[in-house]
Structure formats: C-alpha cells, structure tokens
C-alpha cells in the first residue's frame, strides 16, 4: 500500500495508532513536537532519583498486549508489568489507615478492620460496578460511537435501552453513597472520578466501572518505570517502519473542499492521504486548522478536566509506613471540588497522591532514599493565570503538604535532596494540553460520554483524532484504544475507496 498517513504527536493514542496503521501497511510519519515519544507519560532524571512524571498505575494491561499481540510481538519480550499489592495505602482525616487490594479476600479484610459493617455492602458496589463495566465495556470502550453502522453492526444500539442499568441519572458520589454509609469509604470510592480527571459530586454514576476496572482487573506497574511502555512502543513502531521526526512542531493541518490535503511543518506542505492528529482536540481546532468557527465555539465550550502540581522530590531517607502508591485525603472532599471546578481556584485542603517506585525498583533512588512523586489536583487555567507566576502558590501548597504529612507523623522538610515543580502552565506549555488540563474533557455531565469528540471528523474527511480529549477517554488503556479506532476507521475508508 502506498497511502500515506501523518500521525501528529507521539503520545500513546497515537503511537497506537501509528503502530496499528504501520501492520496494516500504510505508510507512516508521525511528527513530535517534543525531544522524546510519550505525550503525558514521561520521564526525568533529577542527579541520583528517576522519576515517572505522568501516569503512575496501568489497568486493562490486556489492552496493551492485544497491541503488541497485532503487532505480530509478545509484550512480555518487551515489558514486565508487576502486579502492585496493595494498590494504594489511604490515610484519612481521623487518623485512620487502610490498604486496597483486587484480592476479594485482602480487601474485605482490610474494610472489615476499617468499618466491620461495610464490607457486605462493599460485595455489592463491585457487583454494581461490574454491571455498568459489563452493559458499557462494549459500547463505550471498544467501540467508536459516533459511527451508526457500527452501532448497527455490533447490535450495540438494543444496549442503549438498559441505560438506566448504567446509572447515568445519579452523581458518581451518589452512586457511592448507595451503598456505604461510612465518610471514609465514600470518600476513597468517590476519588475514581478523578481517573478521568473530573468531579464526584458533577460526574455520573456510570463511571463508577473505574472501580471495577482496579478492582476487578487488577493494577499494574510496568517494571523499570512506566516509561519503559513508551520505549517498548516507539520500538514497535520502529521495526513496523513508521518514520518518527521528534523535537518537530506541526504548524498547520492542511485541508481544502471539505478533504485533507496534509500538514505544514518548519513551512514546507507535507501531503497526506489521512491525518491521525493525537493533539488535544480542542487546541487542535484552536490552532492547527483554519475556518471551521461554529466546531471551534462548541469545542471551546467543553469544561476542561482537572490539572495537577507535581512535586519531584528526592527525598533522603526511607519511610517504610508508605507503600508505591499513597493518598493523604482532604478533610474536607466536596470543599476541595468546589475550590477546584466552581470557583476554579487552588484548593486551601488539597487531596495528596505520593507515588515511589523505588519501593518496587530500589535503583530508581540512591540507598535508603526515596524518589517520592507527589501530585496534587489542580483547577485548569483560564486565561488570565497563563502568565501569572505560580510561585506562591507552590510555596502554599508545598506546606500544606509538609503539614498533611506531619500529621501522620512523617517529616520530610529537612530530607528533601532534589526537587522539581510542574505547575497547570507546565502542562500547557509542554504538552500543548487545553488550559492546561491533564486528562482532556472532563465528564462532569451524564452526557458527556456521547459528547465527548469523535475519532473521525465530520468536517474534513480523512482528518481522524486519538488522544485523551477524544472517545473513549482518558487514561492509558483508552488512550491507546482511541489510537486502535482510529486506525481501523482510516483502513476502512480506504478500503472502501479502493472497491
């Protein structure tokens, strides 16, 4: 096949769709704007401590070997992913400690300790949730909605008539209150939101399937840094043929009579006979393609999902009371949300996520350190705070920190060895995200799952779209199924012009 496709960006929904595109024998280019592959997922070297600077936990790891798989490779000759047990140790606001786990056992245990009451109840939020993964799986993760024929074809549409089975009428937080009565447990269950970037307390109750995505599938790390996923697929792609120019900005896409014609990069055209654009869809709009108002004004209407500050810290000692994955809750959960989406502030009480992978690859920090990634939720930037300084703010919020972690009686002030900040405008700048936002649109709405951009476009035929901002949604399983959609939409395009 000599048809040509430009893949924008090197995140992972577009190197999966690079990768899927490349097996299918077109012919592949993908341009990065950045010095390295990998979008959102990163990483960095500060002296002596590595760290993953992006997504720090991988769920439906089968979507990652069905890639590998297609690509006609084993993932495992590339990758190890381990499982991580527990997933997360919570500390809340009374005092209290709990650790997760997918084990049914482990984890009944633990609620039972935590609150003896609970754990019946807790058997069935997960069959609940299991249902919305089992009714929605198909239709929303596997499948890209906006094409009706395929709808048609999968019989997906007699679904839609058990959408009341998927709770889409509820909040997330309502869903969770169903079920548990204890403030600490909803408040644990009420953080999935987050998996997406959005709101307990606005987003639906369906999402409540991210629970049984962790607990019922499982939770992973990939050995050596979660990194080393993008290194094993930008090799793929490499022996597949794709053409990958980095540290290379596309300025334009290229369109004309309602048909792309290509991109401009460093000012020369480059055709094409598809474009997979793996930018946020809404800068993409924005900047990238000319005309088109009335897509860019309804775009630009979408709420951005959250932000984060990020605190990189080599921290020169070992603490053995945190585990890989940790949360210090807020005191006070709906308070935090409010600051955060309605009044679009940083928030007085934030919620602390600590992540340290050298408690699972030791040679990630020097001997009795810690690389320690610290991620705090974020409002996405309006306009006037694109050029404001966020220094107070990380002074602020690198107290609150110091002082959530006293009270569970760790301190780390005097220990810290290195340290990085990324703020919202960090996100912006680097990744070209919209406002600064980490996961794209949020789901803040029950109808944001079917408004959330098609991976074809409807304005500009062979222009089709991966990435977070984009169906299915973010996260890394769905990123890289956006990418796989994506590519066997283009395929069947161009089979059907070649009949």
Not at 419 to 447: H, Q, W
Not at 490 to 498: F, L, S, T, Y
Request: contains cysteine; proline residues 5%.
């Amino acid at each position: 096949m000599d048809k040509k496709v430009v893949v924008i960006g090197g995140g992972l929904g577009a190197l999966s769709g690079a990768i899927h595109l490349a097996k299918m024998g077109f012919k592949v280019q993908l341009f990065e704007k950045n010095n390295r592959l990998g979008g959102k997922m990163n990483e960095l070297s500060i002296g002596q401590y590595r760290f993953d600077t992006g997504p720090s936990l991988l769920t439906m790891e089968f979507v990652v070997d069905d890639l590998f798989s297609f690509a006609g490779f084993n993932r495992s000759d590339f990758l190890e992913f381990i499982p991580i047990d527990p997933i997360c140790r919570y500390f809340f606001p009374d005092g209290s400690m709990m650790d997760t786990s997918s084990n049914m056992e482990k984890m009944l245990i633990a609620i039972y300790t935590l609150s003896p009451s609970e754990s019946e109840p807790y058997k069935k939020f997960l069959a609940y949730c299991e249902r919305i993964y089992n009714l929605t799986a198909d239709i929303f993760l596997f499948t890209p909605i906006h094409e009706f024929k395929k709808m048609m074809e999968k019989g997906n549409p007699g679904i839609l008539f058990k959408l009341y089975q998927m709770d889409p009428f509820r909040s997330f937080h309502q869903g969770v209150t169903r079920f548990f009565s204890d403030p600490r447990l909803i408040q644990l269950f009420d953080r999935y939101a987050t998996y997406n970037g959005s709101d307990p307390f606005q987003a639906p109750a369906t999402l409540n399937v991210i629970s049984y995505v962790e607990y019922g599938l499982g939770a992973y790390y990939a050995k050596g840094g979660m990194y080393r996923l993008v290194d094993a697929m930008e090799e793929i792609a490499k022996r597949l043929g794709v053409e990958i120019i980095k540290s290379t900005s596309v300025e334009k896409i290229l369109w004309g009579d309602k048909k792309i014609r290509g991109i401009i990069v460093n000012g020369e055209e480059i055709s094409a006979d598809y474009v997979l654009c793996g930018a946020d869809v809404v800068v993409t709009y924005n900047s990238l393609i000319d005309g088109l108002p009335d897509r860019r004004r309804k775009l630009n209407k979408y709420e951005p999902s959250l932000s984060g500050m990020v605190f990189l810290w080599g921290v020169g000692k070992k603490h053995p009371e945190l585990k890989h994955h940790n949360i210090i809750f807020s005191s006070d959960y709906k308070q935090e949300f409010k600051q955060i989406f309605k009044e679009l502030r940083v928030p007085d009480d934030p919620t602390i996520y600590i992540s340290i992978t050298s408690k699972t690859d030791p040679e990630h920090a020097p001997t009795n350190s810690e690389n320690w990634f610290v991620l705090l939720n974020m409002p996405y930037l309006v306009k006037e705070q694109e050029d404001r300084s966020w220094n107070n703010e990380i002074d602020r919020m690198r107290n609150a920190i110091f002082k959530k972690l006293k009270g569970i009686g760790i301190d780390i002030s005097e220990s810290i060895e290195e340290e990085k900040v990324l703020t919202p405008l960090d996100f912006l700048r680097t990744y070209a995200s919209n406002r600064g936002s980490i996961y794209g649109v949020s789901s803040n709405s029950m109808s944001m799952a079917f408004k959330r951009h098609a991976n074809r476009s409807r304005d500009i035929e062979g222009l089709y779209f991966a990435g977070g901002s984009v169906h299915p949604g973010g996260g890394i399983p769905l990123v890289m199924l956006s990418g796989k959609m994506s590519a066997e939409l283009i395929n069947e395009a161009e089979n059907m012009a070649g009949s």
